[in-house]
């Protein structure tokens, strides 16, 4: 509980600093410009104080809700009442300074974004490995059950001596069961694994080079954070690609709500975690305002691209009709999402899923067989389970449970569990999924499933692929 609360904290903390950092970027640039500002907030709401007021006359407000803020500038709608001369305002500026009073905030962001990567590559570092023959070990894989713990020192692998990690790897490449020799407590042991196939391409004994933190070098962090920026840039715009391309539906965006639960996670991984994520949000943030969008920046960019090259204005009815639209689907997509999220935050968790299967390479299988249970989290169970199963490249042949057995021959097959002894009977069950895979194609076979309750709400949800 504590953890929820402190990650809705950070979070209005943070989306309220970059709203403020955008919102002053609108603001110095507005002024540079001659465009009459009233009144710079931090916070939302009722005002709770008058912080001081400038010699333009803007009014430095602290409001009661800590979330985001804004800047009233002469011009916008909110404005509408007060008094200002017409070439104080924002519409009868040039386009081209209207063009960077409106890009001034989604800049801001980007370098508020890029200061915060800076910040932490500076001060906290990142975890890199150490190229020595102390390894560390994952749990249940070949190494753990042979015997090899954390902190252990691999002294030879089939014979040949390893003194560091990269030689290490170096004698693991190629070979499926090796002789290993280690130091465990003072004690020199030997033991022979054989390594865990992962994919048609690789193979593991499940270890990893111990890390230390790495902290940079002023230049360094430059380097690094400029390539984070542009890292995190990227993947903002492959979200976006995936959402106008329809691969990513509206169900799949996360609004405030999801943040802030997510955010718990964040608080719990230490600082450098929670100002990466501030740099992403800041990022995001800054994008998606200079999309051109009407009601958002980068809509109220393209008015003014209209303006400076056709040499007239856009009329002003036109323009606040526009924003105004623009401003109700927002709120309309503002509300689904939230609904979305709160949604995700009721549904009931019956059951952790588990899937497994023996094939790790798909490239020459004629069958894979998946099996997969429910163990269930509560007492409490639903009224009614509906399993959906869709598979790529390929055609799911046969599903069978502890008595019940469904042939089939196609890419997807769905089953119900209706009545509370089967609902019971389905929490305790094993389910084997048996899967011809296209011998034609190449591309990795994805097994996804879906489990849904009696209100149509997805409980679990769980993609496994294999590759080829």
């Not at 902190?151 to 190629?174: K, M, P």
């Amino acid at each position: 509980m504590i953890n929820t609360i402190l990650g809705i904290l950070f979070f209005l903390v943070a989306i309220t600093i970059i709203v403020v950092v955008h919102e002053f970027g609108h603001l110095i640039v507005a002024k540079r410009n001659g465009v009459k500002c009233f009144e710079f907030s931090v916070g939302t709401g009722p005002k709770l104080i008058k912080l001081y007021t400038d010699k333009d006359g803007t009014i430095y407000n602290l409001r009661a809700i800590p979330l985001g803020g804004y800047v009233m500038m002469a011009g916008e709608e909110e404005a509408t009442d007060m008094d200002f001369d017409k070439e104080e305002s924002l519409l009868n500026k040039h386009p081209w300074q209207k063009i960077k009073i409106l890009f001034a905030g989604a800049f801001m962001n980007f370098v508020l974004g890029w200061i915060v990567l800076f910040s932490s590559f500076l001060f906290f570092g990142v975890s890199t490995p150490v190229d020595t023959n102390v390894i560390e070990v994952t749990e249940n894989t070949p190494a753990a059950i042979a015997g090899l713990q954390s902190g252990d020192a691999i002294t030879s692998i089939d014979g040949v001596e390893t003194t560091n990690y990269t030689e290490i790897t170096e004698q693991l490449q190629g070979k499926k069961e090796v002789e290993i020799g280690y130091t465990h407590g003072g004690k020199e042991l030997i033991t022979s694994i054989t390594k865990q196939q992962v994919d048609c391409e690789t193979s593991v004994i499940g270890i990893s080079p111990q890390l230390e933190q790495d902290k940079f070098s002023f230049t360094t962090s430059i380097k690094s954070a400029t390539a984070g920026f542009v890292a995190i840039f990227g993947s903002i715009g492959d979200s976006l690609q995936l959402l106008f391309n329809g691969t990513a539906g509206v169900s799949d965006l996360m609004g405030p709500v999801g943040i802030a639960s997510a955010s718990k996670s964040v608080i719990t991984q230490g600082v450098a975690t929670m100002l990466m994520t501030i740099a992403f949000l800041s990022i995001n943030i800054g994008v998606v305002n200079i999309l051109p969008f009407p009601a958002l920046d980068g809509g109220r960019i393209v008015l003014a691209l209209i303006e400076l090259v056709t040499k007239r204005k856009v009329p002003e009815k036109i323009e606040l009709y526009l924003n105004f639209l623009g401003f109700i689907l927002l709120m309309g997509l503002f509300v689904v999402v939230t609904f979305s999220d709160v949604g995700r935050l009721g549904t009931t968790q019956y059951y952790d899923m588990s899937i497994d299967t023996n094939t790790v390479c798909a490239r020459s299988a004629e069958e894979v067989d998946y099996t997969f249970n429910f163990a269930p989290v509560g007492a409490e169970l639903p009224e009614l389970v509906k399993v959906e199963l869709t598979v790529s490249d390929g055609i799911i042949s046969n599903v069978a449970d502890a008595t019940n057995e469904i042939a089939n021959d196609s890419n997807t097959v769905s089953f119900k569990y209706s009545e509370p002894n089967t609902v019971e009977q389905f929490s305790d069950s094993e389910i084997t999924v048996t899967v011809k895979p296209d011998q034609t194609s190449t591309k990795p076979l994805d097994l996804t499933v879906k489990v849904y309750d009696e209100k149509g709400d997805t409980i679990n949800q769980a993609i496994y692929r294999i590759e080829r």
